[in-house]
């Protein structure tokens, strides 16, 4: 019943338009079938405006619909959203849920994302599986968080190249990327007459390039016999310079209104007359965009020609003698039923477009294709601030990651204009002091880290034990400190992969070869020989690490106790509890014959170093805590100095172990 009910009110609309017998709703159909969208927009809105009557409902939601979809066409968002939302008032969505869709569209254009989603979900009512509305909603969600988390791009209006009418398209060239060529209607253009397709005036192609200073200069016409009265743009190169690939819209008032690719040819300064490409002999079809691949085999470009994927699409053409003639569609990951323009191929695996199909900002957004081993393509949204609600398309690099596009953000007229893009490297460094034991710096220390990306550096530490390594995200490090009367100390570690600056820290406390290494940390019960289990993770931590990154080595394991108690006690207790440290390394993998274990009892009071001084400024540097010496310190202090000689340490003996 309800299908009934939209046939008869289809009818009705139909028999209304039919009846109306106006010359100019006649002259709107033919410059819509022409594909002159800005002529016949203004043609149906005078149709729209006469029509006051109720009877006339049906036929002004019919009118409203062509109005906007023309708008839609040539990127009037605005003025699209309002002639839909008429269409809707009218009640033509009944007769054409694409009402809902286009709507939706426009609205998401604007960056009215919670109108865009009602509607996307009344299209989708519909029709449930359109990848366009579904990649529409999610766009609509995922643009909110990427302008609250921009990337790292920045993101400047170009003005140099900019006039007061739209400049797009914009191109580089030369091994020094010293050109611009720029598509422009600016008032210095050759035609003069407005484009029947967008309303501006005919395009014209210019070109930027940079003084002995390395300046831009103003854009100036291109030399040769390039320009004319009708549109000309949206270039590209041969390999070698020699030949610019371009659209160029056709001329022929019997055939649709659209586009072609033609090919000029360079002599000297000047550009030859362009001579049309033959790619494929429908003519009703429009071809454009071109863009040429590093290699020169292939010329990708834009079209609506049958066997795509609905509205434009990106194909490609071989010009290679191999491959020269072979027409391929990029397929279903790159085009979506919606349309693919303005493509820019880096390099052999990667390929830049603008979308308005694939999930995005609103409007046309560029997005970065990679193709993996396996010939497949990964389509990723370049996000913001590289995107926005309006149209982003026309992309060229320079140096590294840095370039020109073009965009009709923020311009109430819908002038699109040139802007700057720079994304600055990210910094990732790891910087450090090389020490010894007693935080004295070792300036002839050298420094290597090897990263698992193949990189490897090296670095005499500075006089006061400094260093820097400039590194790379998500890498894996192994770091290894080393000088001459001095342990090698090891760090690991990885970089992250957040794409931000970053600047790691790490210090190499190294311990001497010729003198006792404190180990921090080392404790036992009370008058036993018992490790405590915190003393055994210190253990693992330093003196087994140290061991591993030494295999050479053999050392003496020492432990010392205060003078209280007997002297026979003493010795016997601290050579018990050495031996309970070597036990331990010997059962974590460390061979027996490289530690040695001794009790010294109270025979060796510690000597205060500079370290300890700092830590403990009742003492000077040079103070021996013997027995004598602390008898003549206060009982706080005396209470400390026993602390401060009850140590456990270690010595190198050797360092040829296993080496003949």
């Known amino acids: 019943m309800k299908r009934y009910i939209l046939f008869i009110a289809s009818l009705i609309v139909l028999l209304i338009v039919t009846s109306c017998g106006s010359a100019k709703l006649s002259v709107a159909n033919e410059q819509y079938e022409r594909g002159e969208y800005y002529v016949a927009a203004q043609t149906y809105r005078k149709v729209y405006n006469k029509m006051r009557k109720k009877s006339e409902r049906p036929m002004r939601g019919h009118i409203a619909y062509m109005m906007g979809d023309c708008y839609r066409r040539i990127n009037m968002s605005a003025r699209a959203s309002a002639a839909f939302n008429n269409a809707v008032r009218y009640k033509y969505a009944e007769t054409d849920s694409m009402t809902f869709l286009y709507l939706a569209q426009s609205q998401h254009a604007e960056g009215k994302y919670k109108d865009a989603i009602k509607n996307y979900e009344l299209f989708l009512e519909k029709n449930p599986h359109s990848r366009v509305a579904h990649n529409g909603l999610i766009g609509c969600v995922e643009a909110v968080k990427w302008k609250d988390n921009p990337t790292r791009y920045v993101v400047k209006r170009a003005d140099l190249f900019n006039s007061r009418r739209s ?84 001329q022929d008032a019997n055939k649709n209104a659209g586009a072609e690719i033609y090919t000029s040819t360079r002599s000297g300064a000047q550009w030859s007359a362009p001579t049309k490409l033959e790619i494929i002999a429908d003519t009703i079809s429009s071809l454009a965009h071109p863009a040429v691949s590093p290699d020169g085999l292939y010329l990708y470009f834009t079209s609506d020609m049958p066997g795509g994927y609905g509205g434009k699409d990106i194909w490609r053409v071989g010009l290679g003698s191999n491959t020269e003639g072979t027409l391929e569609n990029l397929g279903e990951k790159i085009n979506t039923p919606a349309d693919e323009m303005f493509p820019y191929v880096r390099t052999d695996s990667m390929l830049y477009f603008s979308s308005d199909g694939h999930p995005g900002m609103g409007g046309l957004d560029i997005f970065v294709a990679t193709l993996d081993s396996l010939g497949n393509w990964h389509v990723e949204n370049m996000k913001h601030p590289m995107n926005s609600t309006g149209d982003d398309f026309g992309i060229t690099f320079g140096v590294e990651e840095s370039g020109y596009f073009s965009s009709n953000r923020k311009d109430g007229r819908g002038f699109d204009k040139i802007y700057s893009f720079e994304k600055p490297s990210v910094r990732v460094s790891i910087s450090g002091m090389v020490l010894d034991k007693d935080d004295e710096p070792i300036p002839d220390a050298i420094i290597r880290i090897v990263g698992d990306d193949g990189s490897n550096q090296k670095e005499v530490a500075r006089k006061d034990g400094s260093f820097k390594f400039s590194l790379n995200r998500g890498v894996r490090y192994v770091m290894m400190a080393g000088c001459r009367g001095y342990l090698n100390g090891k760090q690991e570690f990885e970089s992250d992969t957040t794409e931000a600056d970053a600047e790691y820290v790490v210090d190499f406390i190294l311990a001497s070869v010729t003198k006792p290494v404190i180990l921090e940390n080392i404790f036992y019960d009370f008058d036993k020989a018992t490790l405590r289990p915190e003393s055994e993770a210190a253990l693992d931590s330093e003196l087994i690490t140290i061991l591993n990154d030494n295999p050479n080595i053999t050392i003496e394991l020492a432990s010392h106790t205060d003078f209280r108690g007997r002297d026979a006690y003493n010795q016997e207790l601290s050579q018990r509890r050495a031996q309970s440290v070597v036990d331990y390394l010997i059962a974590n993998g460390i061979a027996p014959e490289r530690v040695k274990a001794v009790g010294y009892g109270e025979t060796v009071p510690k000597t205060i170093t500079k370290k300890l001084a700092s830590l403990y400024p009742q003492f000077k540097e040079g103070d021996v805590l013997s027995e004598e010496f602390i008898l003549t310190l206060s009982e706080e202090d005396q209470e400390t100095a026993h602390q401060i000689n009850r140590r456990t340490e270690f010595q190198v003996l050797s360092i040829t172990y296993n080496l003949y």
């Open 167 to 250: 400049d797009c398209s914009p191109m580089l060239q030369g091994e020094e990327f010293d050109q611009l060529y720029i598509t422009t209607s600016t008032d210095k253009a050759v035609g003069e007459k407005k484009s029947a397709i967008t309303g501006t005036k005919n395009f014209d192609i210019f070109l930027s390039k940079k003084n002995e200073k390395g300046e831009w200069m103003k854009p100036e016409p291109i030399e040769g016999e390039i320009n004319t009265e009708a549109d000309e743009g949206m270039v590209s190169f041969s390999p070698d310079g020699s030949t610019m690939y371009l659209s160029k819209a056709r």
